[in-house]
């Protein structure tokens, strides 16, 4: 990997480790509102709402520009969300507003690395940045739990700088305070990003246009062999992911009885098996083989309602390092050939923000049900149970689909016709 790689990990890292952090700091403000349960799923809704609503925009806004550029730009945006919480913005809507930075983020992030480094080395990529994030989402979550811990907002509120009054006099101020210098240390590392020299045609900018080109390459991404079963499996993943995030926190308090504080910690314990994993995908998958990964997405779905029979915190660490194993080992090669096709299929901020689209769009369907459940005061226990049984069945459904791909594909061999 190049000095590049480096940088776009370094940056990718600080904004993911504040994104995060912001995350459960938000959870605590929600509370201290005394908001009602189901609203706290609902923060995460509001981040990825950014990236279906523009999902027609970004990928041209990222092929428009230097995407070092772009990564700079959303990630000033992410500054100016964080701070809407410092004059009083509800927690929902300033959190929105950090989800519009990282919409338009994520294009440039992705996309990059397909302009920077040849298609045999983007499963090694996206195994580093994979769990470089999720690193950053260990780290993220401790750090806002750590935050949200009165002892040490109350160290932290307790520095004086010298003839500066700093105005901070709350918990949540403290933290958001140190989130920022997250975001800004991340933007310092965008200064750092090369020019690739990849340039695209230029972009259009009529909204109507924007979304027929938008239409045009979701159509071509689901209807190629590849793309759609990798599309299909990332899909699952991502929705899964966000609402898993929120299973944790509310498993680790009813059956482990932990407060939010240490409960966070829980979802750095899944993120540490995601980082194993990812790292593992890495090293051992080469693209070529990467279909081959599907059935452990049915195994993380099994595996997963076991969680319902784990009430010990010493039981409770190996599962959840096993969830998250098994996630980062079948969605890294995906993901990775997800990034392939669509770059060739299409330039890849547009590809990118495609996968976005759909991606969020399953993380948006699964928070509204998963609020749906908690609105209907469902066990904590019978949630999980309906979680592990729907990833296993879509998982399965998937391998089916692919298996139906690979007979259509034999039969046009044999009789000699193209094959797409």
Known sequence: MNRGFYTIMAAQFFSSLADNALLIVAIAVLTVMNAPEWMTPLLKLFFVLSYVVLAAFVGAFADALPKGRVMLITNLVKVVGCALMFVDVHPLVAYGVV?????????????????????????????????????????????????????????????????????????????????????????????????????????????????????????????????????????????????????????????????????????????????????????????????????????????????????????????????????????????????????????AGHSIAVQNFNENLSVLFMLILYAVMIKLDLSVNIVIILFGSFVAAIMLLIMRRHAANQREHDSLTLIGEPKH
């Open 99 to 347: 989800g519009l930075g990282a919409a338009a983020y994520s294009p440039a992030k992705y996309g990059i690395l397909t302009e920077l480094l040849p298609p045999e080395k983007l499963v090694a990529a996206n195994g580093w940045i994979e769990g470089l994030t999720v690193s950053s989402i260990i780290l993220g979550t401790v750090l806002g739990g750590a935050l949200v811990n009165p002892a040490i907002s109350g160290q932290l509120l307790d520095l004086n700088i010298p003839l500066i009054n700093t105005g901070i006099d709350t918990l949540a101020e403290s933290a958001l305070m140190v989130i920022m210098l997250g975001y800004l240390l991340a933007s310092l590392f965008n200064f750092r990003i090369p020019d690739t020299g990849a340039r695209y045609p230029h972009q259009e900018r009529n909204p109507i246009k924007l979304f027929a080109d938008f239409a045009r390459c979701c159509v071509t991404l689901w209807n190629d062999r590849l793309g759609q079963i990798s599309l299909a499996v990332t899909t699952l993943f991502w929705g899964a992911g966000a609402t898993l995030q929120f299973i944790v926190l509310k498993w680790a308090e009813h059956s482990l009885q932990l407060p939010l504080a240490k409960a966070a910690t829980m979802q750095g314990v899944v993120a540490i098996g995601i980082a194993a994993g990812a790292i593992a995908a890495a090293r051992f998958v080469p693209l070529k083989k990467s279909l081959s990964v599907m059935p452990l997405g049915v195994a993380m779905g099994v595996t997963v309602m076991t969680m319902t029979l784990v009430n010990s915190l010493w039981l409770a660490y190996p599962l959840l390092i096993l969830v998250g194993a098994l996630a980062g080992y079948f969605v890294v090669p995906m993901n990775a050939l997800l990034q392939h096709r669509g770059h060739v299929l299409m330039s």
